[in-house]
């Protein structure tokens, strides 16, 4: 079964930086996911560290939080069916060199931490995701 989602995608500091977001945009665009609201903004170490929370047991936490606030990020909510499996497909695996040809990882991510994009990983984060960022 299919159905019309929500989901939260950032584009990273690495890809911001190197001025990727028209083309990572695109990739959005081209699979029929629609951008429904997006925003640059920069996140202090705090914010990541409560984002980014579910990790906080793991080896790389501290980095993952500090590379986060490093830079700008661009922050979207994706919309089309499927959109939370869709936007895992077109980004890739977590390391950019076992991430399949085509995708945005493998295109565009320097490493396993500077992997260009983020999203959310079930309906249940991606609601928490973008409520995070887009709670008014
Ligand atoms: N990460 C890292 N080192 C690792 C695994 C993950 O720096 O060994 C970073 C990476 O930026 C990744 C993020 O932590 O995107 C979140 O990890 P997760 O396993 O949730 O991967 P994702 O859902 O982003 O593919
Ligand atoms: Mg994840």
Same mark, same amino acid.
């Given at each position: 079964?299919?159905?019309? =989602? %929500?989901?939260?995608?950032?584009?990273?500091?690495?890809?911001? %930086?190197?001025?990727?977001? *028209?083309?990572?945009?695109?990739?959005?665009?081209?699979?029929?996911?629609?951008?429904?609201?997006?925003?640059?903004?920069?996140?202090?170490? =705090? =914010?990541? #560290? =409560? !984002?980014?929370?579910?990790? %906080?047991?793991?080896? !790389?936490? *501290?980095?993952?939080? #500090?590379?986060?606030?490093?830079?700008?990020?661009?922050?979207?909510?994706?919309?089309?069916?499927? #959109?939370?499996?869709?936007?895992?497909?077109?980004?890739?695996?977590?390391?950019? %060199?076992?991430?399949?040809?085509?995708?945005?990882?493998?295109?565009?991510?320097?490493?396993?931490?500077?992997?260009?994009?983020?999203?959310?990983?079930?309906?249940?984060? #991606?609601?928490?995701?973008?409520?995070?960022?887009?709670?008014?």
């Amino acid at each position: 079964m299919s159905s019309v =989602e %929500q989901t939260l995608s950032i584009i990273k500091p690495d890809a911001v %930086q190197r001025n990727l977001v *028209d083309a990572i945009k695109s990739k959005f665009i081209e699979n029929k996911l629609n951008i429904k609201k997006i925003k640059k903004i920069k996140i202090s170490k =705090e =914010e990541s #560290a =409560e !984002f980014y929370k579910v990790h %906080q047991t793991k080896p !790389f936490y *501290d980095g993952l939080c #500090a590379y986060l606030s490093s830079g700008p990020i661009v922050v979207m909510i994706l919309e089309g069916e499927n #959109a939370i499996q869709k936007n895992r497909e077109i980004m890739g695996a977590t390391d950019p %060199q076992k991430a399949e040809i085509g995708t945005i990882r493998r295109e565009h991510g320097i490493s396993i931490d500077k992997n260009s994009v983020h999203g959310s990983d079930s309906p249940d984060n #991606a609601k928490k995701e973008i409520d995070f960022f887009f709670k008014s």
